[in-house]
């Protein structure tokens, strides 16, 4: 199965990307440059993590405007597999693929930490599979990864099963002190109403190997695997 | 060629040169200089540029040895890695521009040394940083602190070169005057390291990346002078690390390009000491039209040209039949550049605007007639009086329960926990961070393409340094060695940051001098060689110097990156403490400044031989397993090594046999040759004493259970109370 990454000019976790998913039995990553409108016959596309263009403006405004983002709209509205990863997430709201904007953290710094996210809805091929409820732990670390959606927005999300992700406790008991970028109501990650495009703030590239920290990321590889070999991404 | 001029002591003044050294470059050149001259040889012959203080003791440093592959004159140093690689890597300063604009100061201080390691075809993987600031309970130190560290943060973040270690240190002495060292080190194939050469004549000069503007001209002079508030005003430039990551893939994407003869970032004095030191490694000339670049601003002098320090710039000297191609990598990364000349055989740095020659000076009289000066040093009567004082009374005075003592100490400023510092620093993007900032006495990185670990840190006391120099400089060399051990890494190559107050001071300059002295022997000894380093001078305020602060910066190396070990005491296992030569002290430690407020008496001696044997132990029984943790007993003394072991560990430590009484010495005395390991439970003390033979003194202070830190007599302390006072410290 062929994963493109696709590289923005201010892109800095694509090759982080690209190592991680060589691991991930079943996987071919390749990079995809933004100028390029050749998705080189993808199965599955992320955008991954960094600053697309430099971001002085809005994170992820400008990446819009990138030649590559009207074949991932493309490629998004028929079905394909879409997984933003931080900057990439902003990207996704950006770009209004996604619902909801990504503000500056609460406490108003960059934040690098160990994390850890409920899977609140497993209703995408990202997470076929991965029990609700399910406690992993992950790297965060961006400066603008305050979720906000207004109250329809949100009650929506919730109904349709679009909250893929929250920040918790190991425990996973959501709480204040658990929530370190004041997103409301703890949302780390969202997918569209057809669940195909998820957006996450958290990097399970970079959560994917024991000896750095923790291997829970690689759920959402191995889960994209499972369901494009069962067929269960309709494209 | 323009007229010559008569200068008055202010135009002499603006170029950092005495009048002697005008008339020597005079009697040199054979006729006076022109305007655009005289900015050039003031920039070249600045302390900055030209290190004319301090080459004549640089010659003290060992800079050879079997795994250098390149030593210090390039644009940063390199060692042999295995598996085909090198570690390329140096250490910067950025102190004098942090003073006056913290957050542009200390990210272009990032930028300059990111620069310095890809121009050298080496993709960086990690960032350290040294920063030193007056006490923070001060507004406005807090305001340095806070600017420093976004700028630090905002930089390396956008690059996506994770920050992984380093150190933050707070005295009186850094008020007017912050230190901001940034360290890079990068990853190379072994035969494809890039030099910035300019070889054969003909070959055409590319100037790419940001247009050039009036900013920074005379940073270099600016930076070599005693108060930066009162002399240069605007010379602060501004960072785009946007800009900065284009140009990084692009020189990167050119490695091994037949096009490419040299690379040469643009950092003090720009255009200036990029093409004249590109020239000289080859003893070529280079000839430049200054009308041909691209600026930022109208109305730009040929001397502002030649002297702009705009960030974000790099010169390629490339074979003229490639120009074409090179450009292309740049298109594709949207990056502009400039055909500004070529390399010429005569050896002279000749400067055009369009049809004009402004500038001829011979690149021999900018680079090697550089005047040295060897001066005298000498110690003050005031600080032999604080060295030799007799502290015995004073530590006496100190009347408060042992663990209040610790707790005191734990919730100091240069001890307590960094989080706040280092949270605001990307340190696991490039998923190759295995032991990350507060977890390990050194950071480490996987390296990608090997598995190999490549530990690197940052160590300098300089109180001690201030104390005795010559201990001192030994004691950060042997302590950056030892952090190394702790994670079973053995060193490479040393790198160094010589942050000193103004060298024609003869206390300063014995400080200078003394200390590369003690760094020069403890590498010899050690068999480190010093293949990179920066030297900061005139760091004073108020006519008062920083605390000398020759700072290390180590890279060393392990087979396996997973086979390494961090601080925190594993649950279930023995707790030893291992000596290998020189007794704790109280001098100068920090327990002394912390609890009497006084910063005296004589630091402690490192023992060399002894050093080296304990550090063997510590590699050995990390690579074969049976060490769990091990941290190295510095600042705070046991007390505070123990400590910081149960919180990073979350466990604590119940002593047995250990019965000591409430001897500050023994608690929190400082000294150069000892670690507190844990160990598998499963080793025997008789099988631990075979292990370690006579390679060090070994004493078993414990298990690591329970939540309560046990010292001895002293009444238990919880893990959460001492958690709570070491994160108390910042913000």
């Given at each position: 199965m062929k994963v493109g990454v696709v590289t923005f000019p201010?892109?800095?976790g694509d090759t982080d990307c690209i190592e991680t998913l060589?691991?991930?039995?079943?996987c071919e990553p390749q990079l995809i440059w933004?100028?390029?409108?050749?998705?080189?016959?993808?199965?599955a596309l992320i955008l991954p993590g960094g600053f697309a263009h430099g971001?002085?403006?809005?994170?992820?405004?400008?990446?819009?405007?990138?030649?590559v983002m009207r074949e991932v709209a493309r490629f998004a509205a028929s079905g394909g597999p879409v997984l933003g990863i931080c900057n990439g997430f902003q990207v996704l709201t950006e770009a209004g693929l996604l619902p909801g904007a990504l503000l500056r953290n609460q406490y108003i710094l960059f934040h690098c930490a160990w994390t850890h996210v409920r899977?609140?809805?497993?209703?995408s091929p990202w997470l076929?599979?991965?029990?609700?409820?399910t406690v992993l732990r992950m790297a965060v670390a961006h400066g603008q990864g305050n979720y906000f959606a207004d109250t329809e927005t949100r009650r929506r999300l919730v109904e349709q099963g679009q909250v893929a992700f929250e920040y918790c406790d190991p425990e996973g008991n959501t709480s204040g002190e658990s929530n370190h970028n004041g997103s409301v109501d703890s949302i780390a990650g969202v997918t569209n109403e057809a669940g195909n495009i998820l957006g996450m703030m958290p990097h399970p590239e970079r959560s994917s190997d024991p000896l750095l920290g923790?291997?829970?990321?690689r759920v959402l590889f191995e889960s994209l695997v499972r369901s494009m070999a069962a067929g269960a991404v309709g494209r | 060629m323009s007229t010559p001029v008569t200068l008055t002591d202010a135009e002499l003044r603006e170029v950092a040169l005495s009048r002697q050294e005008y008339d020597l470059g005079v009697r040199l050149l054979g006729r006076e200089t022109n305007r655009v001259e005289l900015g050039i040889l003031g920039a070249m012959w600045?302390?900055?540029?030209?290190?004319?203080?301090s080459r004549p003791l640089l010659g003290?440093?060992?800079?050879?040895?079997?795994?250098?592959l390149q030593g210090p004159g390039e644009n940063a140093g390199a060692v042999r890695l295995g598996g085909g690689l090198a570690a390329v890597f140096k250490v910067e300063s950025h102190n004098h521009p942090s003073a006056i604009e913290p957050y542009q100061g200390a990210a272009t201080g990032v930028g300059g040394i990111v620069r310095d390691i890809f121009t050298m075809g080496a993709r960086p993987v990690a960032l350290l940083n040294s920063l030193r600031f007056g006490p923070p309970d001060e507004p406005n130190n807090r305001r340095l602190l806070s600017g420093v560290v976004r700028g630090v943060g905002d930089y390396g973040n956008s690059l996506g070169i994770p920050t992984v270690g380093g150190e933050v240190g707070f005295s009186?002495?850094?008020?007017g005057n912050p230190l901001v060292n940034a360290m890079c080190v990068g990853v190379a194939p072994a035969d494809g390291l890039v030099r910035g050469l300019a070889g054969e004549p003909g070959n055409v000069l590319l100037l790419v990346g940001a247009d050039t503007g009036r900013?920074?001209?005379?940073g270099a002079t600016f930076a070599s002078v005693d108060d930066p508030h009162a002399s240069h005003k605007g010379v602060i430039q501004v960072g785009n690390p946007f800009l900065e990551k284009l140009l990084m893939e692009a020189c990167l994407e050119l490695?091994?390009?037949?096009?490419?003869?040299g690379m040469q970032d643009l950092g003090a004095a720009g255009l200036t000491s990029s093409s004249v030191e590109c020239a000289g490694r080859t003893g070529s000339g280079v000839d430049i039209d200054v009308s041909r670049v691209s600026r930022r601003?109208?109305?730009?002098?040929p001397y502002e040209v030649m002297l702009?320090?705009?960030?974000e710039r790099m010169l390629l000297v490339v074979r003229p039949d490639g120009v074409d191609a090179v450009r292309e990598v740049f298109e594709k990364w949207d990056l502009h550049s400039d055909v500004i000349g070529q390399v010429t055989a005569d050896g002279t740095l000749r400067v055009r605007d369009g049809v004009e020659v402004v500038c001829e000076l011979p690149i021999r009289l900018l680079i090697e007639d550089v005047p040295r000066y060897t001066r005298e040093g000498k110690p003050s009567a005031q600080l032999l009086e604080r060295r030799e004082r007799d502290i015995t009374p004073l530590a006496a005075s100190?009347?408060?329960p042992v663990e209040e003592q610790l707790l005191r100490l734990l919730a100091s400023p240069n001890i307590g926990s960094k989080r706040w510092v280092w949270e605001q620093?990307?340190?696991?993007?490039?998923?190759?961070?295995?032991l990350g900032p507060g977890s390990a006495d050194a950071a480490l990185m996987r390296?990608?393409?090997?598995g190999e670990g490549m530990a690197v840190v940052m160590d300098c006391n300089s109180r001690y340094c201030l104390l005795d120099p010559y201990s001192g400089g030994m004691g950060a060399v042997v302590e950056a060695v030892r952090n190394l051990a702790c994670v079973g890494a053995k060193p490479l190559g040393l790198t160094n940051c010589l942050n000193f107050g103004n060298p024609e001071k003869p206390e300063v300059y014995w400080h200078l001098k003394e200390s590369i002295r003690g760094m020069s022997d403890a590498c010899r000894a050690l068999g480190i060689p010093v293949v990179s380093g920066n030297v900061s001078l005139y760091n004073e305020s108020e006519d008062e110097a920083v605390n000398p602060t020759p700072v290390v910066g180590m890279v060393g190396s392990l087979?396996?990156?997973?086979?390494s070990v961090g601080i925190g005491f594993k649950e279930g296992s023995d707790v030893y403490l291992l000596s290998g030569g020189g007794q704790p002290t109280l001098g100068a430690s920090e327990w002394l400044a912390v609890l009497t407020g006084e910063e005296a008496g004589m630091p402690p001696m490192p023992d060399l031989d002894a050093a080296a044997r304990l550090h063997d132990v510590l590699r050995t029984g990390i690579r074969d397993g049976w060490i769990q943790s091990a941290h190295d007993v510095s600042e705070g003394g046991l007390a505070v090594a123990l400590a910081e072991c149960c919180i990073a560990g979350d466990v604590g430590l119940a002593t047995s046999?250990?019965?000591?009484?409430?001897d500050p010495v023994e608690l929190f005395g400082e000294g150069h040759g000892r670690v507190v390991i844990s160990v598998h439970a499963q080793v025997s003390e008789e099988d631990l004493a075979a292990r370690i033979g006579d390679s060090a003194r070994w004493e078993r202070l414990g298990?690591?259970?329970?939540k309560h830190l046990m010292l001895g007599k002293a009444a238990p302390i919880p893990v959460s109370s001492l958690s709570e006072a070491y994160e108390s410290v910042l913000p």
């Amino acid at each position: 199965m062929k994963v493109g990454v696709v590289t923005f000019p201010g892109s800095n976790g694509d090759t982080d990307c690209i190592e991680t998913l060589k691991l991930v039995e079943g996987c071919e990553p390749q990079l995809i440059w933004h100028k390029s409108t050749d998705l080189m016959g993808a199965d599955a596309l992320i955008l991954p993590g960094g600053f697309a263009h430099g971001d002085y403006l809005r994170p992820g405004s400008i990446a819009q405007f990138s030649p590559v983002m009207r074949e991932v709209a493309r490629f998004a509205a028929s079905g394909g597999p879409v997984l933003g990863i931080c900057n990439g997430f902003q990207v996704l709201t950006e770009a209004g693929l996604l619902p909801g904007a990504l503000l500056r953290n609460q406490y108003i710094l960059f934040h690098c930490a160990w994390t850890h996210v409920r899977v609140s809805s497993n209703r995408s091929p990202w997470l076929e599979g991965v029990e609700e409820g399910t406690v992993l732990r992950m790297a965060v670390a961006h400066g603008q990864g305050n979720y906000f959606a207004d109250t329809e927005t949100r009650r929506r999300l919730v109904e349709q099963g679009q909250v893929a992700f929250e920040y918790c406790d190991p425990e996973g008991n959501t709480s204040g002190e658990s929530n370190h970028n004041g997103s409301v109501d703890s949302i780390a990650g969202v997918t569209n109403e057809a669940g195909n495009i998820l957006g996450m703030m958290p990097h399970p590239e970079r959560s994917s190997d024991p000896l750095l920290g923790s291997a829970d990321g690689r759920v959402l590889f191995e889960s994209l695997v499972r369901s494009m070999a069962a067929g269960a991404v309709g494209r | 060629m323009s007229t010559p001029v008569t200068l008055t002591d202010a135009e002499l003044r603006e170029v950092a040169l005495s009048r002697q050294e005008y008339d020597l470059g005079v009697r040199l050149l054979g006729r006076e200089t022109n305007r655009v001259e005289l900015g050039i040889l003031g920039a070249m012959w600045s302390e900055h540029c030209g290190y004319k203080n301090s080459r004549p003791l640089l010659g003290m440093f060992p800079t050879e040895g079997p795994e250098v592959l390149q030593g210090p004159g390039e644009n940063a140093g390199a060692v042999r890695l295995g598996g085909g690689l090198a570690a390329v890597f140096k250490v910067e300063s950025h102190n004098h521009p942090s003073a006056i604009e913290p957050y542009q100061g200390a990210a272009t201080g990032v930028g300059g040394i990111v620069r310095d390691i890809f121009t050298m075809g080496a993709r960086p993987v990690a960032l350290l940083n040294s920063l030193r600031f007056g006490p923070p309970d001060e507004p406005n130190n807090r305001r340095l602190l806070s600017g420093v560290v976004r700028g630090v943060g905002d930089y390396g973040n956008s690059l996506g070169i994770p920050t992984v270690g380093g150190e933050v240190g707070f005295s009186a002495s850094y008020r007017g005057n912050p230190l901001v060292n940034a360290m890079c080190v990068g990853v190379a194939p072994a035969d494809g390291l890039v030099r910035g050469l300019a070889g054969e004549p003909g070959n055409v000069l590319l100037l790419v990346g940001a247009d050039t503007g009036r900013d920074g001209i005379h940073g270099a002079t600016f930076a070599s002078v005693d108060d930066p508030h009162a002399s240069h005003k605007g010379v602060i430039q501004v960072g785009n690390p946007f800009l900065e990551k284009l140009l990084m893939e692009a020189c990167l994407e050119l490695l091994g390009s037949p096009h490419v003869v040299g690379m040469q970032d643009l950092g003090a004095a720009g255009l200036t000491s990029s093409s004249v030191e590109c020239a000289g490694r080859t003893g070529s000339g280079v000839d430049i039209d200054v009308s041909r670049v691209s600026r930022r601003e109208t109305g730009m002098t040929p001397y502002e040209v030649m002297l702009s320090e705009s960030q974000e710039r790099m010169l390629l000297v490339v074979r003229p039949d490639g120009v074409d191609a090179v450009r292309e990598v740049f298109e594709k990364w949207d990056l502009h550049s400039d055909v500004i000349g070529q390399v010429t055989a005569d050896g002279t740095l000749r400067v055009r605007d369009g049809v004009e020659v402004v500038c001829e000076l011979p690149i021999r009289l900018l680079i090697e007639d550089v005047p040295r000066y060897t001066r005298e040093g000498k110690p003050s009567a005031q600080l032999l009086e604080r060295r030799e004082r007799d502290i015995t009374p004073l530590a006496a005075s100190v009347d408060l329960p042992v663990e209040e003592q610790l707790l005191r100490l734990l919730a100091s400023p240069n001890i307590g926990s960094k989080r706040w510092v280092w949270e605001q620093y990307d340190h696991t993007i490039g998923t190759s961070t295995v032991l990350g900032p507060g977890s390990a006495d050194a950071a480490l990185m996987r390296v990608r393409q090997t598995g190999e670990g490549m530990a690197v840190v940052m160590d300098c006391n300089s109180r001690y340094c201030l104390l005795d120099p010559y201990s001192g400089g030994m004691g950060a060399v042997v302590e950056a060695v030892r952090n190394l051990a702790c994670v079973g890494a053995k060193p490479l190559g040393l790198t160094n940051c010589l942050n000193f107050g103004n060298p024609e001071k003869p206390e300063v300059y014995w400080h200078l001098k003394e200390s590369i002295r003690g760094m020069s022997d403890a590498c010899r000894a050690l068999g480190i060689p010093v293949v990179s380093g920066n030297v900061s001078l005139y760091n004073e305020s108020e006519d008062e110097a920083v605390n000398p602060t020759p700072v290390v910066g180590m890279v060393g190396s392990l087979p396996d990156a997973s086979k390494s070990v961090g601080i925190g005491f594993k649950e279930g296992s023995d707790v030893y403490l291992l000596s290998g030569g020189g007794q704790p002290t109280l001098g100068a430690s920090e327990w002394l400044a912390v609890l009497t407020g006084e910063e005296a008496g004589m630091p402690p001696m490192p023992d060399l031989d002894a050093a080296a044997r304990l550090h063997d132990v510590l590699r050995t029984g990390i690579r074969d397993g049976w060490i769990q943790s091990a941290h190295d007993v510095s600042e705070g003394g046991l007390a505070v090594a123990l400590a910081e072991c149960c919180i990073a560990g979350d466990v604590g430590l119940a002593t047995s046999e250990w019965s000591t009484g409430a001897d500050p010495v023994e608690l929190f005395g400082e000294g150069h040759g000892r670690v507190v390991i844990s160990v598998h439970a499963q080793v025997s003390e008789e099988d631990l004493a075979a292990r370690i033979g006579d390679s060090a003194r070994w004493e078993r202070l414990g298990r690591a259970e329970g939540k309560h830190l046990m010292l001895g007599k002293a009444a238990p302390i919880p893990v959460s109370s001492l958690s709570e006072a070491y994160e108390s410290v910042l913000p």
